[in-house]
């Protein structure tokens, strides 16, 4: 029997790659294209199992109290996702217990594995800043795969025992040493022609440790955002991170 879907924020960029690739899997059936201003009770009247948002930081919270009040299960990339923000989901799972959640700051393979690089290297150097390029219409700055990024390094920096390294700057132009999430330095470039890239830069007496992830085309992110979907109803409650999905 085949996952009936439905997509949120079909029209925009990324909903619009979701839909194509939900339609072109034999295992998943496409039951809502939703956009702004749409009836989001399609989603529960066409009977979908598993919603996937793409929406707007501004948008996703309400979408999830959506799917979690409708018992939907729910694949978000829709960025924004602050701490409170999972402490609120967390709270709404609560009393559905059966219903999972994923949130992925970023569905492309290799960024996850960056991360997961970034993470493992953190505990070897004080010192580490993050670098973001990004088309600019993304509304959001850091992006949400930095910000993750830099949460990850600080933390396992901590677990270490690690202060982050020396910095002698003194002087400074507003955000020229960009903003700190976590104690990390992490610096957002929007350019049109870019789509989706990040430098994580780790420096230490005599050498540089530099991982790169670019995702050239947003297909790259397709490959992720089904295997959520696929998943999803196997793991109930909230997963943040498509690295616990792939056993990384
Ligand atoms: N996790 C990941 O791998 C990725 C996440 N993203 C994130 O996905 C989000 C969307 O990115 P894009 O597609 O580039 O933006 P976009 O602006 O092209 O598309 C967003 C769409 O959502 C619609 N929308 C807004 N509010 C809505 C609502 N309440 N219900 C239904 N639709 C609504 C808009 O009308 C628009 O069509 C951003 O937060 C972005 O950072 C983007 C790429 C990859
Ligand atoms: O808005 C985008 O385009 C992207 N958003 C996500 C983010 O903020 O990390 C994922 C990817 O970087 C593309």
Not at 18 to 33: F, K, P, R, T
Request: proline content about 4%.
């Amino acid at each position: 029997m085949s996952i009936r879907v439905a997509v949120l924020g079909a029209r925009g960029r990324m909903g619009a790659q979701a839909v194509n690739a939900v339609e072109g899997a034999a295992d998943l059936e496409l039951v809502a294209a939703i956009d702004a201003g749409d009836r989001l009770l399609d989603v529960v009247d066409n009977g979908a199992d598993v919603l996937i948002d793409f929406t707007h930081p501004d948008a996703v919270m309400g979408n999830l109290e959506f799917a979690v009040e409708h018992g939907v299960h729910a694949v978000v990339g829709t960025t924004g996702m602050t701490q409170d923000r999972l402490e609120t989901l967390a709270g709404w799972l609560a009393d559905k217990p059966e219903l999972g959640v994923l949130i992925a700051p970023n569905f492309a393979l290799g960024a996850v594995l960056a991360m997961r690089f970034a993470e493992q290297a953190a505990r070897f150097y004080a010192s580490a800043e993050v670098i973001e390029l990004h088309h600019n219409r993304k509304a959001d700055a850091p992006s949400g795969t930095a910000g993750h990024t830099a949460r990850l390094i600080s933390k396992a920096r901590a677990e270490a025992g690690i202060e982050p390294g020396p910095d002698a700057t003194t002087s400074e132009v507003d955000g020229a040493r960009g903003a700190l999430v976590g104690d990390v330095r992490v610096h957002s470039v929007r350019l049109p022609g870019l789509i989706a890239h990040e430098e994580i830069l780790f420096g230490a007496e005599g050498e540089t440790l530099t991982i790169r992830h670019d995702s050239m085309d947003r297909s790259s992110f397709m490959p992720g955002v089904l295997l959520g979907v696929r998943s999803i109803a196997k793991r109930p409650g909230l997963t943040v991170g498509l690295e616990n999905v792939l056993e990384l």
